[in-house]
């Protein structure tokens, strides 16, 4: 079974920086796809990024690209999410999940955190 925890998240000011952590136990992360999810108050949730298993491919919303970067360090079983530029539209929590691939609906199937609050505010 594997286990995902979140952890890295807190208040930032519009503009500064965030690195959220996904540290996993129980399996190793090697062969996982590993997708960052978020939800705000009254809105659905999305996807925010993913990092697959095999090859290390990357995927973005179009909301953050360019300013966040997922990474994966294997050795450490632990997959990142390097936010910056952060505005307040990013407020959320913030949800790792892991699968055999970054397709939502395989994400959805897949091992979930209980996630990390990120809220962008002045």
């Known amino acids: 079974q594997l286990q995902l925890v979140e952890s890295g998240g807190g208040l930032v000011q519009p503009g500064g920086s965030l690195r959220l952590s996904c540290a996993a136990s129980?399996?190793?992360?090697?062969?996982?796809?590993i997708g960052w999810f978020r939800q705000a108050p009254g809105k659905e949730r999305e996807g925010v990024s993913c990092?697959?298993?095999?090859?290390?491919?990357?995927y973005y919303a179009d909301s953050v690209k360019g300013r966040f970067t997922i990474s994966r360090d294997n050795a450490k079983n632990t997959v990142y999410l390097q936010m910056n530029s952060l505005k307040p539209e990013d407020t959320a929590v913030y949800y790792c999940?892991?699968?055999?691939?970054?397709?939502?609906?395989?994400?959805?199937?897949?091992?979930w955190g209980q996630g990390t609050q990120v809220t962008v505010s002045s």
């Open positions: 990092i697959t298993g095999s090859d290390g491919s990357t």
């Open positions: 129980g399996r190793t992360l090697d062969y996982y796809a």
């Open positions: 999940a892991g699968a055999s691939d970054c397709t939502i609906a395989t994400m959805e199937r897949g091992y």
